[in-house]
C-alpha cells in the first residue's frame, strides 16, 4: 500500500463504449438516429429497447421505453444529460451528417469550431441534446505560448462545411 493520495490515471486506451437514452416512443427515435444519421439497427426488442451502431459494433447507442414510454422530455432546470457527442472520422463525413440533418428539415441549435473540433448541436425528437463532431489532428489543436491546450468557441462556417460533403 502507498502513501500517495492520488489515484493513478485511468489507461488512456478507455473510451465511452455506448451511451443508453431513454425515449418516448422506439420507431420515433430509430426514424432519427438511423433513418436521418444512418446508424444501424443491430437488435430490436418489440416496442421497448433498440441498439444501433456504426460499423458494425454491438451498440453505441441503446434506446428503451422501460422508464419513458409517452413521457415528455425533462424540464430545463433539471439534472441529467446534457448532449451525447457522435465522433465522426473525417470532416466530409461531418459534412454528410450535416447533408442529412439539412434533407430531414431538422434545424441546429447551434454550429461551433472549438479549434480542437468542429460541432453541430441539435436535439433528438426526445429532446436529448445531440453534438455530432470531428476532431482536427492534434498537430493542429491551438495552444497557448506554454503548449496548454487554448480551446476556443467561435462560430462554424456552415456553408464551408456543407461544401467539404
Known amino acids: ?7 493513478a490515471a485511468i489507461d488512456p486506451g478507455t473510451r465511452i463504449g455506448h451511451v443508453h437514452l431513454k425515449v418516448a416512443e ?13 446508424f444501424a439497427l443491430t437488435q430490436r426488442f418489440g416496442t421497448q429497447a ?11 447507442i441503446g434506446l428503451n421505453t422501460w422508464e419513458s ?13 446534457y448532449h451525447l457527442a457522435i465522433l465522426y472520422p473525417t470532416r ?7 447533408h442529412r440533418l439539412d434533407v430531414a428539415g431538422i434545424s441546429l441549435d447551434g454550429a461551433s469550431d ?9 436535439r433528438d425528437p426526445d429532446g436529448n441534446g445531440v453534438e455530432l463532431y470531428w476532431d482536427r489532428p492534434e498537430a493542429e ?3 497557448d ?21
Open 1 to 7: 500500500m502507498t502513501d500517495d493520495p492520488t489515484p
Open 26 to 38: 422506439i420507431d420515433r427515435a430509430l426514424a432519427f438516429y438511423c433513418g436521418v444519421l444512418g
Open 50 to 60: 433498440a441498439f444501433v451502431s456504426a460499423g458494425g459494433y454491438h451498440h453505441h
Open 69 to 81: 414510454a409517452g413521457g415528455k422530455p425533462p424540464a430545463l432546470g433539471t439534472t441529467g444529460l
Open 92 to 98: 466530409r463525413a461531418l459534412a454528410d451528417a450535416l
Open 114 to 122: 472549438h479549434g480542437v473540433s468542429e460541432a453541430l448541436y441539435l
Open 141 to 143: 489543436w491551438p495552444r
Open 145 to 165: 505560448n506554454t503548449g496548454n491546450l487554448a480551446m476556443i468557441t467561435r462560430r462554424l462556417d456552415l456553408a464551408a462545411l456543407r461544401a467539404a460533403r
